[in-house]
């Protein structure tokens, strides 16, 4: 279960408007924060994170997107616009491109695909707001725990002895989606493996006490499709 995937035949006929193919290598960008937001990309392989850089240098990221999702940073209908995120390959991936020009036309032609790409745009953004309560309302110790909750419900294998998380994470990548620091990550991560409620695995977190996680951060329980980190 990850990211927005095409649930319908309607939002598979964006596809037939794709305007080019984009390869990347690991690290580098689809765009950048100050580009012209001309387009929405369709994830044919790899993965995409999406952060942005604040003005005193620090990293924040916001999402990770894989193969199936579409990334769709714009405003629609609107008057010319720039990314106000970059969006870099944490992996070699291979990207479609669909003009922002030609998915407005098709959108005001076709209600059905309308309807389908206002429900994805409606979810994109209740998980950022889901994401952005749960950063403000608990701290530093719930930034980081709901952000391991993300990576399992997005990237979660059901082992014997809990839950592995599929994606290989630096502690600075990990600090990066929490907005704080790797020394206060790193601090946090040894007293969840000293109480035993998590361990590394292969460089990949095995969570072993997810319900710990969800009950220290007061989770709500939210649908499953909003509590993600993609």
């Not at 399992?152 to 998380?165: F, P, Q, R, T």
């Not at 994470?169 to 600090?175: G, V, W």
């Not at 969840?192 to 990949?204: F, P, R, V, Y």
């Given at each position: 279960m990850k990211g927005d995937r095409m649930k319908s035949s309607d939002l598979e006929g964006l596809l037939t408007l794709v305007h080019k193919e984009i390869e990347l290598k690991k690290d580098a960008y689809l765009f950048q924060e100050g580009d012209l937001a001309d387009g929405i990309y369709y994830i044919r392989s790899g993965k995409i994170r999406i952060g942005k850089v604040t003005p005193d240098g620090r990293e924040i990221a916001f999402q990770i997107f894989s193969e199936g999702d579409f990334i769709y940073e714009i405003s629609l209908y609107s008057d010319t616009a720039l990314y106000a995120v970059h969006a870099r390959a944490i992996e070699d991936s291979v990207c479609a491109k669909i003009k922002k020009d030609i998915l407005e036309e098709n959108l005001l032609l076709k209600p059905s695909l309308n309807v389908e790409f206002m429900k994805m745009m409606s979810l994109h953004h209740k998980k950022m707001q889901s994401k952005f309560r749960d950063l403000i309302l608990h701290g530093k110790k719930g930034a980081l725990y709901s952000t391991?909750?993300?990576?399992?419900?997005?990237?979660?294998?059901?082992?014997?002895?809990?839950?592995?998380?599929?994606?290989?994470?630096?502690?600075?990548?990990?600090?990066?989606?929490?907005?704080?620091?790797?020394?206060?990550?790193?601090?946090?991560?040894?007293?969840?493996?000293?109480?035993?409620?998590?361990?590394?695995?292969?460089?990949?977190?095995?969570?072993?006490?997810?319900?710990?996680?969800?009950e220290e951060n007061h989770c709500e329980i939210c649908p499953i499709e909003i509590c993600k980190i993609d």
């Open positions: 391991l909750i993300r990576l399992a419900n997005s990237y979660g294998i059901e082992k014997e002895d809990g839950i592995l998380v599929d994606l290989s994470l630096t502690n600075q990548e990990l600090a990066n989606f929490c907005g704080m620091t790797r020394e206060v990550v790193n601090r946090m991560l040894s007293s969840l493996k000293k109480d035993a409620k998590l361990s590394m695995q292969d460089g990949k977190i095995l969570i072993h006490d997810l319900d710990y996680l969800r």
